[in-house]
Nanobody, 125 residues
Framework: QVQMVESGGGSVQAGGSLRLSCSAS????????MSWFRQGPGREREGVAS????????RYAGSVKGRFTISQDNAKNTLYLQMNSLKPEDTAMYYC??????????????????WGQGTQVTVSS
């Protein structure tokens, strides 16, 4: 079992920045893949960024590439998402997820077993 707890969400104006954190605990050694997903109002959940915790390889959704950066601190079992140049369309609940997958990094939610409760990000114009 892996427990995931997100933090760092909030309200920001367009063009601003936020850094999300996800603290993982439990049997974290069983998961090689960690990612951020989001679900905006009236929208389906979508993958935002993924990282292979062993190789450091990353993958981003086209809508955030160049603006968001996923990173990890293995010593702290913590995942980060640095979000710059935020847009109103980035408004969503953001979730971190972890799993074991040979397809990592992957933005397919079906590859993930463990999910956090989410942290809200609101971007105003």
């Amino acid at each position: 079992q892996v427990q995931m707890v997100e933090s760092g969400g909030g309200s920001v104006q367009a063009g601003g920045s936020l850094r999300l954190s996800c603290s993982a605990s439990g049997d974290t050694s069983s998961a090689n893949c960690m990612s951020w997903f989001r679900q905006g109002p009236g929208r389906e959940r979508e993958g935002v960024a993924s990282i292979d915790t062993n190789s450091g390889a990353t993958r981003y959704a086209g809508s955030v590439k160049g603006r968001f950066t996923i990173s990890q601190d293995n010593a702290k079992n913590t995942l980060y998402l640095q979000m710059n140049s935020l847009k109103p369309e980035d408004t969503a609940m953001y979730y971190c997820a972890s799993g074991q997958s040979r397809f990592c990094p992957t933005l397919s939610e079906y590859r993930y077993n463990y999910w956090g409760q989410g942290t809200q990000v609101t971007v105003s114009s």
